[in-house]
């Protein structure tokens, strides 16, 4: 257990419908980051937060999705529209000080 | 551009044996280099880091990784595999002013009974 948790653990969704992951990062880490993995690949980044503020978003961020972390704590990832293309892991990590980024069990999306 | 490649995508090896998992990357300055590993339906957890100092950097799990400036390799080790090492392994490679971790694809590792 790397003290990173995220909600759900699986989502199934039919394609057209919005969906909302969360990651409760470790507490007294200050940085977060998202990550898509997508079958035979590795992960991929998405953005990262440090506190509440969203400092980098890599170019896989469309505009059908959206983070937030409001209060510098938990992180929220919504996909609107979602398409068949966006099944896949969807990861969290939360790097120390040390530099090592630790992730969370993952959201596993099937979108249908 | 920042890169990593794993050249294998899967490695066997008989239990009891030594095992080499290959790694070689591309980036600008010094490179921070990870190791992580990933059980079926699992995140990742990290196994060991290379930032500085010895080449040779130990980790979890009796592995280790070399560090190889001039190959531009990171390839992971353990002197005698287990049956439970079975599992996708992942390289990944950061700059020093980056941020977000650059992964390679993956190399699936079965060992044999």
């Known amino acids: 257990d790397t003290g990173v948790s995220q909600d759900p653990r699986h989502k199934i969704t039919k394609r057209g419908q919005n969906v909302t992951f969360r990651c409760d990062p470790i507490?007294?880490?200050?940085?977060l980051y998202w990550y898509r993995q997508t079958l035979g690949q590795g992960p991929e980044f998405l953005t990262y937060f440090q506190n509440e503020a969203q400092l980098e978003k890599s170019r896989l961020l469309s505009d059908r999705f959206s983070a937030e972390r409001p209060k510098g704590s938990f992180s929220t990832l919504e996909i609107q529209r979602t398409e068949q293309g966006d099944s896949a892991m969807y990861l969290c990590a939360s790097p120390g000080a040390t530099d090592t980024q630790y992730f969370g069990p993952g959201t596993r999306l099937t979108v249908l | 551009a920042q890169s990593v490649a794993q050249p294998e995508d899967q490695v066997n090896v008989a239990e009891g044996n030594p095992l080499t998992v290959k790694c070689t990357y591309s980036?600008?300055?010094?490179?921070?280099l990870f190791w992580y590993v990933q059980y079926p339906n699992r995140g990742l957890q990290f196994l060991l880091k290379?930032?500085?100092?010895?080449?040779l950097v130990k980790g979890s799990y009796g592995f280790e990784a070399e560090f190889n400036k001039s190959q531009t390799s990171f390839h992971l080790k353990k002197p005698s595999a287990l049956v439970s090492d079975s599992a996708l392994y992942f390289c990944a490679v950061r700059d020093q002013a980056g941020t977000a971790l650059i992964f390679g694809k993956g190399t699936t590792l079965s060992v044999s009974s």
């Open positions: 290379y930032i500085t100092g010895d080449n």
């Open positions: 507490s007294e880490h200050n940085r």
């Open positions: 980036v600008s300055g010094n490179p921070y």
